[in-house]
């Protein structure tokens, strides 16, 4: 593709990767790449791309601790920029809490559910 594409949002983004389902189309660093025809030489194979399609990938990519040609090599993948890719939430301390008090009550029911089995 020699004109770069310029979305407005990561919507904006999404919308076009829905116009062809087949197409593996995601951010990196405001960068939107279209990788389909990378799946099949991708070393950690094809499912972590497919399961990043649509989506701001930047923390997923960053995790990933590619090295330093993987950066390169995208480039070749490059279809265009993105002006407002989203933004990583910080991360929410009431999700372990939300977790303990539902095995709470998990373990509460359990044991009366027990008990209940005994009479």
């Known amino acids: 593709m020699s004109k770069k594409l310029t979305f407005d949002s990561v919507a904006e983004v ?25 799946l099949p030489n991708h070393p950690g194979g094809p499912t972590p791309l497919v399961m990043a399609k649509a989506t701001d990938a930047t923390k997923a990519f ?7 040609n993987a950066v ?16 990583p939430k ?5 999700g372990p809490a939300k977790l303990l008090i539902a095995v709470a009550v998990v ?5 009366f559910a027990i008990k209940a089995l005994k009479k």
């Open 14 to 38: 999404q919308a076009y990767a829905a116009k062809d389902a087949d197409r593996v189309i995601f951010i990196v660093k405001n960068g939107v790449y279209d990788v389909t025809e990378y």
């Open 62 to 68: 960053a995790d990933a601790d590619h090295p330093d």
């Open 72 to 87: 390169m090599q995208m480039e070749d993948y490059r279809i265009g920029t993105v002006k407002k890719a989203a933004t």
């Open 90 to 94: 910080p991360a929410s301390s009431a």
């Open 107 to 111: 373990a509460v029911a359990g044991f």
